[in-house]
């Protein structure tokens, strides 16, 4: 079936380092490619997403590019701070049906 | 803004009690979900509806039944709590976005079985 495989955490980085959550997919189709972002104490929201091959979504300076050819579509950025500290998920969905989701991971970031 | 609320932040109860749980939303959706989040499980899928009255099982539906009886709210039942249930639970609503659907989550109920 559909899913979604995401690095495992947690991950722990100093201020202003460089972030990458891997994050690699499997489905019987087309899927649209999506990274959510959960703050503590708070539902999850939408971080950023790409529909088909080669987009690339952007969103806070955070960047993932849709990669058919490798199945994945890692999130990355260049410079983190304290405030990004969360935990992300990668999700699909194939022909819109049900929306599957990674693991997460929780990323804490240091002053 | 779209605004998913639900019932309880957080929420204690004892084993084999009933437990509602409601999620609210202010936009009109026609699809709505009930997951759970636990830790290294991610999200899991345990109810859905696609319109008002309608309910589809999702991948753990065991132990837990839906309604949906006006299309802004969805009530999760369960029916007879057990410690097993232990767990975060969230709402979520669904509408198009262009050629894709963008879900938008309540803030989560974290339920304590005792």
């Known amino acids: 079936g559909d899913s979604v495989t995401q690095m495992e955490g947690p991950v722990t980085l100093s201020e202003e380092a460089c972030l990458t959550i891997n994050c690699t997919y499997t489905a019987t189709g087309y899927p649209s490619l999506f990274w959510y972002v959960q703050y503590p104490g708070e539902g999850l929201q939408l971080l950023l997403k790409a529909t088909k091959a080669d987009d690339k979504g952007s969103n806070k300076g955070f960047e993932a590019t849709y990669r058919k050819e490798t199945t994945s579509f890692h999130l990355e950025k260049g410079s983190v701070q304290v405030s990004d500290s969360a935990v992300y998920f990668c999700a699909l969905t194939v022909n819109n049906n049900d929306m599957r989701f990674g693991a997460g991971t929780r990323l804490t970031v240091k002053p | 803004d779209v605004k998913v609320t639900q019932s309880s932040r957080y929420l204690v109860k004892r084993t084999g009690e009933k437990v509602f749980l409601e999620c609210v939303q202010d936009?009109?959706?026609?699809?709505m979900f009930w997951y759970r989040q636990d830790p290294g499980l991610g999200l899991r899928l345990i109810y859905f509806s696609y319109d008002v009255k309608m309910k589809e099982k999702g991948d753990i539906p065991e132990g837990y039944s839906v309604s949906r009886e006006k299309k802004e709210r969805f009530s999760l039942i369960l029916e007879s709590a057990s410690t097993n249930q232990t767990s975060m639970y969230l709402c979520?609503?669904?509408?198009?976005?262009?050629?894709?659907?963008?879900?938008?989550f309540g803030p989560g109920t974290r339920l304590t079985v005792t």
């Open positions: 936009m009109d959706h026609e699809n």
């Open positions: 979520a609503s669904r509408v198009r976005e262009g050629s894709s659907y963008e879900q938008y």
